[in-house]
């Protein structure tokens, strides 16, 4: 049996599995409650796995094995800020989230606020933010697909795009959140397991001895005038010929990956399906343990494609590197099994590899679409009006428009590293959401006008600098390689637009009147303490 039937079979038994999650969750689901939040039914624990199956996306296992496979040390870079950012999220925003909020962002920022213009603004940003998350997500499946099938041209990895892109709607408009984390449950325990198996063979082929991994990663991947500049820093970030904008590149990467994650909408309304936050608070701690354990192994995943399938292959599969870690598992089962082993290895892999991008894209879009139902049409539209029910078929058609978009904007992003792209969403998070949030919880004197100045500040930002910067046009590698306009010099803008998004929220409250003392007094309580957080909120 090839790769490609064995790889079939398996991902068809994982889609079918998940569509009778799927149906099944459905069945469960009849209040809006259900749908945004899984009944606020699951454990500490389910929601930490929930959590690592959000969090361990395409970028992780696909992206950064294929950028440390690319760009050595550099590359590993992505791994440490995005698990140094849950601190972040653990430190500052997990339990405060779940104790002052209902369903969404919006229901914190709007407490204490004038809620119609904060919920337009957060529902905005929410979309937003998805939407680059998802690009990351489908430009993943191409690759991957294209692999496994060997699908060279662009337009089966486009059509490839279009069925994740339906099946994800289904998941969302059918299950809801807890359909939604059931699949990313059973994702995040195939994915450890997978990531694991292949980093075990990979580090008894060399008879578990990490030096001798990363030489031979050196000599087989790195320069050949200097292999040794593989395993130091300077390969892809702050090099002699980019000069010191590459080294600003490098500290802004930094400060979008670590700050991103606590803005993330996918991620905050993952802290509501909990009774208690308590339940938050361990949900983070096992994502942590998850996700720090899961970072170590693409450790070994991305120098051991670089050291056993080589720079030069890996780059013929696909230029962003993103093909990395299937074509590793299918070399090492290959050295170590034979020509069958290698086979199933691939398929086994690249099964899980879909089953991860599936999971993701369904808990992405079931965050926009619940902030579009949530806050745009139910308090935005409707001023409050809206039933439960006509709040949950709005999410649902909602899904639709959004994961359509999502397709569209993934094919024309093709040839993108994953993991970059996802560093383009956590800039985006971190400069509108994250100052808002923190502004929200911490600041007694934050108003209306401050919150909507931080999220428009820092989005607008964000959105303008990436438009003028090398990942759109100017270089080989943009969305549009013969266009050239190209003004600002950083391909992450996280460095200028996260201060912006500060500012931005510190100069709209200063500059307006308003001051509701008695509201903030009563948010202080309810996030310290949770009284009060799951009644509705004003309109």
Known sequence: MSSTTLGMILFLAFVAATLGITFWASRQTKTAADYYAGGRSFTGVQNGLAIGGDYMSAASFLGIAGIIALSGYDGFLYSIGFLVAWLVALLLVAELMRNSGKFTMADVLAFRMSPRPVRTAAGVSTIVVSIFYLLAQMVGAGALVGL????????????????????????????????????????????????????????????????????????????????????????????????????????????????????????????????????????????????????????????????????????????????????????????????????????????????????????????????????????????????????????????????????????????????????????????????????????KRFNTAGAVSAIYGGLVSALVLVIFSPVVSGSETALFKTADFAWFPLSNPGILSIPIGFLCGWLGTVLSKEYNAAKYAEIEVRSLTGVGAEQATPH
């Open 148 to 443: 496994l099938l060997g699908i060279t041209g662009d337009a089966g990895k486009a059509w490839t795009i279009v069925g994740v892109g339906a099946l994800m709607i289904v998941y969302v408009v059918f299950g809801g959140m807890k359909g939604t984390t059931w699949v990313q449950i059973v994702k995040a325990v195939l994915l450890m397991g997978g990531a694991a198996l292949v980093t075990v063979l990979v580090l008894g082929k060399f008879g578990f001895n990490l030096s001798a991994l990363l030489g031979q990663a050196a000599a087989t991947s790195g320069p050949k005038a200097n292999p040794g500049s593989f395993l130091i820093p300077g390969l892809k970030y702050g090099t002699d010929a980019q000069g010191l904008a590459g080294k600003i590149d490098l500290i802004s990467l930094g400060l979008a990956l670590v700050l991103g994650t606590a803005g993330l909408p996918h991620i905050l309304i993952r802290f509501y399906t909990v009774p208690t936050a308590k339940d938050a608070r361990k949900s983070v701690l096992w994502g942590i343990g998850i996700i720090g354990s899961f970072y170590l192994l693409t450790l070994v995943l991305g120098f051991g494609a670089a050291a056993l399938v080589g720079k030069d292959a890996i780059v013929a599969g696909d230029k962003a590197g993103n093909t990395a870690a299937p074509m590793l598992a299918q070399a090492v089962g290959q050295e170590i099994f034979g020509p069958v082993g290698g086979t199933i290895l691939l398929a086994l892999i690249g099964a899980v590899a879909f089953a991860t991008i599936l999971a993701v894209v369904a808990g992405l879009t079931l965050a926009s679409s619940s902030s579009f139902a949530h806050d745009l049409y139910a308090h935005v539209f409707k001023r409050g009006t809206a039933t439960e029910r006509q709040e949950v078929v709005v999410a649902r058609v909602s899904a639709l428009v959004i994961g359509g978009l999502s397709i569209g904007l993934g094919i024309l992003a093709q040839g993108q590293n994953v993991a970059f792209l996802v560093a383009l969403a956590f800039a985006v998070a971190a400069s509108g959401n994250l100052p808002a949030i923190l502004y929200s919880l911490f600041w």
